[in-house]
T-cell receptor
Framework: GAGVSQSPSNKVTEKGKDVELRCDPI?????LYWYRQSLGQGLEFLIY????????KSGLPSDRFSAERTGGSVSTLTIQRTQQEDSAVYLC?????????????FGPGTRLTVL | AQSVAQPEDQVNVAEGNPLTVKCTYS??????LFWYVQYPNRGLQFLLK??????LVKGSYGFEAEFNKSQTSFHLKKPSALVSDSALYFC????????????????FGKGTHLIIQP
């Protein structure tokens, strides 16, 4: 079956603009995660969704970052008033249930460059 | 709080030799431990996990990892390295909290570049 897909694959924007990144999880996966991969920083957890429950936003770095998940499937990560330090690869992952012992399946990522 | 350390930015191994990529962790409860691999220009791929039971866990592509509670380590190993194993490897942990479950994201190490020389 299809894996996790993300769009766009690359996004270049100017400082101060808003951007939206999209994630399509694997069909039937109820848990969805967003991470950020910065050069030399490894992966940083951003936000987690489980079904229709309120998301765990504990990893969001500032109030410029927000995410939603419509109908328990597709998710959008929005970054408002982008800054140069937001440049990174944004990764989405999904897993079958909220029980963390299920491995997460990652998408290819969106490379965001803020000029 | 949970954390992961991968002390080596890069590991160089000759093809055919055994390889080890080190990982240590810190959690307050029971650890759930994972290894992922990232090939150039590709997404992260799951290799193996430790949840409970046998300390030696076998995974994809001939890799295995050994959970050592006393040393809080989960080193990745392979008996005979292949050039195609060259990639970026990430160790990750989630604190099971002692009661199981939990729904937050994984905490990843910074990654180790594994380079297998022909």
């Amino acid at each position: 079956g299809a894996g996790v897909s993300q769009s766009p694959s690359n996004k270049v924007t100017e400082k101060g603009k808003d951007v939206e990144l999209r994630c399509d999880p694997i069909s039937g996966h109820t848990a969805l995660y967003w991470y950020r991969q910065s050069l030399g920083q490894g992966l940083e957890f951003l936000i987690y969704f489980q079904g229709n429950s309120a998301p765990d936003k504990s990893g969001l770095p500032s109030d410029r970052f927000s995410a939603e998940r419509t109908g328990g499937s597709v998710s959008t990560l929005t970054i408002q008033r982008t800054q140069q330090e937001d440049s990174a690869v944004y990764l989405c992952a999904s897993s079958r249930t909220s029980i963390i012992i299920n491995e997460q399946f990652f998408g290819p990522g969106t490379r965001l460059t803020v000029l | 709080a949970q954390s992961v350390a991968q002390p080596e930015d890069q590991v160089n191994v000759a093809e055919g030799n055994p390889l080890t990529v080190k990982c240590t962790y810190s959690v307050s409860g029971n650890p759930y431990l994972f290894w992922y691999v990232q090939y150039p220009n590709r997404g992260l791929q799951f290799l193996l996990k430790y949840i409970t039971g046998d300390n030696l866990v076998k995974g994809s592509y001939g890799f295995e990892a050994e959970f050592n509670k006393s040393q809080t380590s989960f080193h990745l190993k392979k008996p005979s390295a292949l050039v195609s194993d060259s990639a970026l490897y990430f160790c990750a942990v989630r604190d099971g909290g002692g009661s199981g479950g939990g729904a937050d994201g994984l905490t990843f190490g910074k990654g180790t570049h594994l380079i297998i020389q022909p």
